[in-house]
Every structure is written in C-alpha cells, then in structure tokens.
C-alpha cells in the first residue's frame, strides 16, 4: 500500500488541539472550585474566629464533615455522576442504624429484639441496605421514571416505617441502648456479641493529649514545607521546557538552596526574638531564590530571544492603577479606623439593626446596577460598595466586573447580616475588601502584561509581589490581632517570595507549548510526593502533643475514627470512579446513556449498582451513629438528602449527570462543615446556618459553571 | 481477495403491517470495497441498516455474510458477526475523554477481579495509535469528546469500529451534519477504512460525496431500489439524476422552461 496522504496527515499537528498549559489544566478538573472554595472559607473563619486553626477547630470541622455528610456526599456524587438521585438517602441511614440495633437487641417483652450477635447483625442489615439499594435501581430502570419520583417514594415509605416499626416494636421514638450490649455482658460474665472490638472500629478514639512527641514541629515545618516546595517544582516543571541534557551546574544551586533553606528552619525553630526571625527568614528567602532558579538552570531550557507575541494588548494600566489606588485606600482605612473599638458605629446614627439590612440591601443595589451599566458616573457618592465595584467594573470590563462587584455585595450584605457594625468589624471588613479588590486588579494587570510580552508581565508580577510583602509588614505593624502579625504575615511573605522567583524564572526558561508526557509524569509524582509530606506533617500536627503543650493542660482533644473511614471511602471510592471499567461506565451512563447502551455498557446495572452503592453507605453510616451515639431516633436522617447533594454540587458534580468528582464531595462536605463549626465559633446567630450554606451552594454553582465555560473555551 | 462477498443481499424486502418500507433491494458488499447506499429522505436508508445492523429482521430476501444466510436478532449478534454501526448521533459521551470513549464497554484491565482496574497506559497508547492509523493526531487523548470537531468524532467512531474487529463497516450519513472540508477528511477515513480490508457501506444522499470513493451504488428510492451498479456502470450526473427521481426532475425543467419562453 503507497499511502502517503494518510502518513502526511499522521504527522502534521491538528491546529485545532492547541495545547493547555498547567493552570488551564487545573482549572479544567471539577474539583477544583472546590478546593479553592475550601482554602477561602477556612482563611475566612480563620480570621474572624478563634478556633480555626487549632487542632480542636481541625477535630471539629473533620468530626462535622466525615459522617454522615461526608460519607453520603461522595455516595451520592458517585450516583449524580451516573446520572441520578437518591432521596431516600438520608432517611436510610437512620432506618439502617436502627435496623442494626433492633437486630441484636435482647429484650424481652413490650421493648423486644431479634438478639442476634453483632458479627449476624451487621451483615443482615447490610444486605437489607443492599436490597433497598437494588429495589430503587429496579424501580428506576424499570419504570422509566426520573428517579427523583421514584425514591421520594422509598424516601416518605422508610421515614413512615422508620416511626412505625420504632412503636410497635420498642414503643418508643427511638431505639436504643446498643452499649447495653456491654453493660449486660460484664454484669452476667456472658459474651458481648463483638461489642468491645466493633465499637473500636466503629468509635474508637485517639486522645490527642495522650500522645506526646516532641519532635512533632519539626516534621511538621519540613513535611509542609518540603511539600510546598515540591507544588511549586511541579509546577515549573508542567510550565517549562526541558533541555536536552540536563545542566549540572543548576543542581549545585538546589543543594545550596536546601541547605540554606534548612538552615533558616532550624535557624526560626530556635529563636523567639525578631532579630532572629529576620535572619530565618532572610535565609529561608535566599534559599528558595537560589534553589529554585537552580532547579530552572538545572533542568529546563534557557528562554530564546522575545518571542513578543503582541497579542491584544490592552492597557494594563488601567487596572495597576486601581490596584494601587485599592492598596493605598486599605491602608489608609487600616490606620484611621481604630482596631479597638468595638462600639457599634450604628447606635452614633441611632440605627436599629433592621435599618443595617436596609443600608446593606439598598447599597447592594445601586452595586449591582452600576456594575451591570458599568457607563456615566450615577454611582459617585454612593456608597463605598457602589464606589468599589464601579472602579473595578471600567478598570476590568464587564464578566469579571460582576463576578468581583457581586463578591463584594456579598461581603457588606454578610456584615450588614451578621451585625458587623463596630468600628473594628467594619475596619477589618473594608481593608479586606479593598486589598482583595487591589490583589485581583494587580494580577489581572500582570496577566494582561503578560499578553503583550513577557517582559511587560514578568515585571509587573514583580510589582505585585513587592505590593504583597508592603502589605504584609503593614498587616504586621497595624493588625490588633497576633494571628496576623505573626501568622499571614509569614504566610504573605513566602507567597510573595514565590510569585517574584516566578516572575524570574519565567523571564530566563522557555515555556513549554506542547505535551511532554515524562515530564508530565514526573510532575505529578511531585505532587503526589507533596501530598504525602504535606499530609505527614498535618497529622503530626494534629495528632500529637509536645510536651510543653501537655504541661500547659489546655482542652481534651479526640479524633474519631470514623475520620478514617471517611477518608477512606472517599479515596476507594474515586480510584472505582477514575480507574476501573465500573468508574467508566458511571460517567457514561451518566453523560450519555443511549450511547454506552450502543457500544455494550450495562447500562441498567451500572445504575442499579449505583443506587446499591449509596445504600450500602447508609448503611456504613448508620452503624457509624449506632455505634457512636448507641441510641437513634426514628427522625434521624430525615431530609438530609438534601445536604448530601449541596456538598457533590458544591464539589463541581454536575445535576444533569456524567461530570463530577467524589473528591470534590468530600471537599464539598468539608466546606459545609465549616459554615457549620464557624459560624458559632466567630460568635454569630447559629440561627442563620441555612442561610450561609444556601448562598455557598448558589456561589459554587455559579463559580464551577464559570471556570468550566472559561477553561473549556480557552482551549 | 476471495470470490465471496462479505456480505450479499439478494431481494430484502421489510414489512411494517400493510407498509412496504423495503422492497426488493439486491447489493453486495466486498472486503476493500465500499459500497453506497444512495436515497433521498425516505427512501429506505434507515430500514436498510437496520437489517444489516439487527436492530430490524428482514420479511423477505436473503441476508448471506461470508456465503452464509444470516439472521441477527439484535445488535449485539451483528457486533459479534462483525457488523458494527457507526449512527449519526455517534454513539459517543461528549463529556468523556477520547481513550474513554474509545474503549467504552470494552476496555482492557489489568490485574484480577474484584480488584480489577482499566489499564491506563495501554488504552491511551492504542488509542492514539488507532487514530494515527486513520490518519489524525491526537495529541491528548484526555481530551473530551466533546471538543472535538464533527469529523474528528467521526474518526474515533470509525477508528473504535476498526479496532473492535469490524468486517463490514456501516457509516449512516457521516457527511450529513459536516462543511466541506470536514467532509473530505471524513470521505479520507472511509478509505482508509477499506484499505484496510474491511468491507464498508456508506450511506448518503449526497451522489458528490458517494461517486469518489464508492466501487458499488446502490440507489433506493421509496422503498424501491432503482439499482446497483458497479462503479464502471454508471457516471456521476447519471446518478444524481437517478437518486433525485430523474422523470421528476426531468419533468420540473420542462415545467421552468414553458414558463421562462412564455
């Protein structure tokens, strides 16, 4: 065969696959919304509360997210991936738990049971799990019907049989006691059916003061910080390209970076005062200059002369100036306001709080409307939210404009709502609000210096990241607060640090414009390798005490177990998802059912397994609160359905079916717990949990929506 | 090349009740060859492949694949014969990635069930390989289908097909929804897929696209073939002509004539 058209076309690129680059990539995944979303929320409540960042605020958030949210969410992602729903999913857990404890009940009379041992108990009631699971995907597959109809069905049968059964069987709204199981089994010396070992892996706890380490800040800095750096070479290494042969000379500069770096740890670790801290932090600084450039020099190939691609080069003057502006105007409110003051600036105007409401709605108003005309100058003195978001929206243009103006409508709606009113609430909520407004403005310059060349952009990233470290010693010398002056103050300086070795390195290696599959390979086991330091250094953290720690007394901190199992499904569960034929076959029944069906998928098994999948975690989580609380009510579970499905949306899992994440979920999960952990915590009305999480739900839809037409289109 | 066609028709005939939707219809289709199947909209097109597909068993005929009478009962059996469909709609998960798609229902796995997983590696290097073969480079085969253009889903469509052991490829209007150029590289696949020895029917109503590449035409038109003939037979306004119902047209320029000397 002389073919040569085919073999020309073979290796002629298609010019319609351009290449992604490492952060189009990223932003392509479902998930990844939601990790942003987490680090935002978590930053949020960091600041305005006290036990975030502690590791009983991490015992918390973590207890809160694991079961029954988290367990359920990832469930029920998997099956919202596959394309369906399942109602009945949050009065099952109750049913399950409680069928488990009617099952090995011993009591005669009125309060009857099965009194079966455990080791029977827990594998009947899985199997009826199993059987609930498979009559919903009959159900579903057979009638045709949307399978919200159907299990809202199973949903209102379980809860009706959840009560009815409860009263005829033991008279009582909830059935209880499962550590009688013990009690009676020490008091007659009989066996207690599996009791003990069950409820340590289904209860067991790790008393975090009990365990002392003193070692423990060390593997915690290097976990975390070898982590991070490890992020950071696998960034380059997915941006740039690699040379030939690989240059020697660069890997002396690692070695010096490490050991200068490492010195500067060790240099912080043994000192308290400044001037020591100045010197750890210069070292630690050096080291990541030299280290980093080295890594470049080492591995990648130097950047060919201006490659000036002078693309649309619209002015990035524009928005410099407002980040300036926004900058200078933060600090200025930073000072002027006093950070002590906790007097409520409303009582001065003799406001009630329903008229706060009213000032929030109305300026939230005219914000909106200014940002969507975006044209004459209507908005001049009205108010600072107006004000703000009018500048941002002609400096930005129009689609980013609302996305910011609507933030920052959001924000002084949430002060207004939660009484910010005092002098310091509303210091510290405008100085965010401007430096956030200032950050954005400077990177959306930098990115669009970058557009006209590289030069351009790589000093105004510079510029960005020097307006970062200004910022930083003024939070430093201005914040009331110690978390602050210590804390992001270190947190802002390394970030700047990056971002200026960044602008750089990009100035001196060549980006790479197409794939690389080693090198794609070796930067993801630098990011695997990152999430193991960086998990390592968490748990240390969090796990352990030091000895100074354990003198000083402080609260009893305990994690549960059922963490792990959280932890654990969610990860057996997305290696199914990504992995096997089963993972497949969910997106595309999900994403195209008539298809799979041609091309030979099962496609009415894979769902059936699908719903017998979210049963069996109900099950999961029904002996998780059997065991955890001993006694359950007939209402448990009850509309929680609904919770599960905000934390797979909010995890980037699409309603229609066929995208998602099970990671997302569980991230999703870990969100909606800490709304509910800060809230109370920042010392607001616990009142208005619903409200917080329904304005989450609706914000990651709209950001998940947007960053995947934005990634999608960029392609 | 054996003497047996890959698959003959002799007088297929489709009963709906009291509706003739097939009637008569005798072609063959040999390895290396492809054959078209011309008709305008109702023409039978559909009917036709669905026979040769086992979505639909024929009321009369006989159906021979590789010398022997067939009759599929589903889809399913024609896959396993070696007919594979690939339909207008594509049969494709746009949300999906490539290698995805391209394995979808079939996909290789390593190690032993219940642990079983899809083996990554291979399935993307066979599906790059597959669509090299036909003459396109995907670069990344994580791209979603979905981003793909019409031709380019044709392709993988075509491709999988290929790949899965296809003897008799059946293309249900592949050009219809494309432009002009899409088309040629689509017309480019359909053959390379002969090329490659498989017996291809390509159905259109588009004589411009079916007279370059097709050895055989086969023209229905309400039900009724209106011909077979070896790509020597017949010419190309020859068979525009036939397929658009000749007479008609005939008669329609008659019709303008009158009015333009009037």
């Known amino acids: ?177 499962l550590d009688d199981l013990a009690i009676y089994a020490e008091a007659n010396n009989a066996s207690d059916k599996g009791y003990g070992l069950l409820d340590k892996v289904f209860a067991g706890e790790w008393v975090r003061n009990d365990h002392i380490w003193d070692s423990r800040d060390w593997v915690y800095s290097i976990g975390v910080l070898a982590g991070l750096t490890l992020i950071v070479l696998a960034i380059y290494e997915y941006h740039f390209r690699r040379r030939d042969t690989m240059n020697p000379t660069g890997l002396a500069g690692v070695v010096v970076g490490l050991a200068l770096g490492l010195v500067g740890v060790w240099q912080l670790h043994g000192t308290d005062g400044s001037g020591g801290n100045t010197l750890g932090a210069l070292l630690i600084g050096a080291g990541m200059l030299i280290g980093f450039l080295g890594w470049g020099m080492w591995r990648y190939a130097p950047r060919l002369a201006s490659d000036s691609s002078a693309g649309d080069a619209d002015g990035f003057m524009t928005p410099l100036i407002v980040g300036f502006v926004a900058l200078v105007a933060a600090m200025a409110v930073g000072s002027w306001f006093d950070a002590q003051n906790g007097e409520d600036l409303s009582d001065a105007f003799d406001l009630g709080g329903s008229t706060n409401l009213i000032i929030a709605v109305v300026v939230a108003l005219i914000a909106m409307l200014w940002s969507a005309r975006s ?39 949430m002060m207004a709502f939660l009484n910010l009113s005092t002098e310091q609430g509303a210091r510290a909520i405008i100085f965010i609000a401007l430096a956030a407004v200032g950050f954005v403005s400077l990177i959306t310059a930098a990115s669009r210096g970058r557009r006209r060349d590289d030069r351009t952009g790589s000093a105004l990233l510079l510029v960005t990241s020097l307006a970062l470290v200004v910022m930083a010693f003024f939070i430093q010398s201005e914040s009331a607060s110690a978390k602050f002056r210590a804390q992001a103050f270190s947190v802002m300086l390394a970030i700047a640090a990056v971002m200026a070795i960044w602008a750089v390195a990009t100035m001196l290696f060549d980006v790479r414009r197409f794939s690389d599959v080693k090198a794609d390979a070796f930067a993801r086991n630098l990011m695997l390798g990152a999430a193991v330091l960086i998990l390592v250094g968490m748990v240390a953290r969090l796990g352990w005490v030091t000895e100074a720690e354990a003198a000083e007394g402080g609260s009893i901190v305990k994690y549960s177990v059922r963490i792990l199992w959280f932890i654990g499904f969610t990860a057996v569960v997305s290696w199914v998802l990504a992995r096997t034929r089963f993972g497949s076959w969910t997106f595309a029944v999900g994403g195209n059912k008539d298809a799979a069906r041609q091309v030979g998928v099962p496609a009415a098994r894979t769902k059936t397994q699908l719903f017998m999948v979210v049963s069996a975690a109900a099950w999961l989580v029904g002996v998780l609160l059997a065991f955890r609380l001993n006694t359950i009510q007939a209402s448990t579970g009850d509309g929680e ?26 991230i999703g999960a870990v969100i909606m717990a800490m709304a509910v952990q800060g809230i109370p915590s920042a010392r607001w009305n616990s009142d208005w949990r619903f409200v917080f999480v329904g304005a989450i739900l609706l914000l990651a839809v709209v950001a998940n929506n947007y960053i995947r037409t934005k990634a999608e289109s960029a392609r | 090349m054996s003497d047996t066609p890959l698959l003959e028709l002799e007088g297929i005939s489709k009963f709906y009740g009291n509706i003739i939707a097939l009637q008569g219809v005798t072609t063959e289709v040999r390895a290396g060859q492809v054959t078209c199947v011309l008709g305008d909209n109702g023409a039978g097109k559909s009917t036709f492949i669905k026979i040769l597909a086992g979505v639909h068993e024929h009321s009369e005929g006989t159906f021979k694949l590789e010398g022997e009478a067939v009759n599929f009962k589903n889809p399913r059996e024609a896959l396993n014969a070696g007919i594979a469909a690939v339909y207008q709609d594509l049969a494709m998960v746009p949300l999906m990635s490539v290698w995805r798609n391209f394995f979808l229902g079939s996909e290789p796995t390593k190690g032993i069930w219940p642990l079983e997983w899809i083996d990554k590696t291979k399935a993307k290097r066979i599906a790059k390989e597959e669509m090299a073969k036909m003459g396109i480079d995907i670069r990344d085969t994580e791209q979603p289908v979905g981003t793909l253009s019409g031709g380019e889903r044709q392709s993988v469509a075509i491709a999988r097909a290929v790949y899965f052991g296809a003897k008799v490829l059946i293309l249900d209007e592949p050009t219809s929804a494309l432009g002009v150029k899409q088309s040629g590289v689509v017309l ?67 019709e303008i004539d009158a009015a333009q000397n009037a």
């Open chain 1, 1 to 177: 065969m002389s073919d040569t058209t085919g073999e020309a076309t073979a290796s002629k690129p298609d010019e319609r696959l351009a290449y992604r680059g490492v952060f189009q990539r990223a932003l392509i995944r479902p998930e990844i919304g939601a990790a942003i979303g987490a680090v935002a929320v978590w930053i949020f409540f960091w600041a305005v509360s006290a036990k975030f960042g502690q590791a009983s605020g991490a015992q918390s958030i973590l207890d809160q997210a694991s079961a029954p949210l988290g367990i359920m969410a990832v469930a029920v992602a998997l099956l919202m991936i596959g394309g369906e729903f399942d109602l009945s999913s949050g009065a099952a857990t109750g049913a399950l738990g409680i069928l488990t404890i009617l099952l090995v009940r011993d009591v005669a009379g009125d309060a009857a049971g099965a009194g079966f041992s455990l080791w029977v108990a827990l594998p009947l009631s899985l199997l009826a799990a199993l059987g609930l699971g498979w009559w919903n995907g009959f159900l579903v597959n057979r009638t045709s019907l949307p399978s919200f109809i159907v299990t809202l069905g199973s949903f209102f049968v379980l809860k009706g049989a959840k009560l009815g059964f409860s009263k005829l069987i033991v008279d009582q709204i909830q059935v209880g006691k």
């Open chain 1, 375 to 413: 044209s004459s100058a209507i908005a001049v003195g009205s108010a600072i939210g107006g004000a703000i978001s009018a500048a941002v929206a002609n400096a930005l243009g129009e689609a980013r404009a609302r996305v910011i103006s609507s933030g920052i409508v959001a924000l002084l709606f």
């Open chain 1, 641 to 666: 359905e609904f919770e599960y499905i905000i934390a797979a949306v909010v995890g980037g899992t699409a309603l229609t079916g066929g995208y998602g994440s099970t990671i997302g979920a569980g």
């Open chain 2, 188 to 254: 480019r696949y359909i053959v390379e897929a002969a090329k490659r020895g498989l017996g291809v029917i390509f159905i259109t109503h588009n004589p411009n696209h079916a007279y370059p590449v097709g050895d055989r035409f086969l023209i229905l038109n309400r039900g009724q073939s209106m011909g077979n003939f070896a790509k020597g037979e017949i010419t190309q306004t020859e068979l525009t002509s036939l397929m658009a119902g000749g007479a008609e047209l005939e008669a329609l320029q008659h």
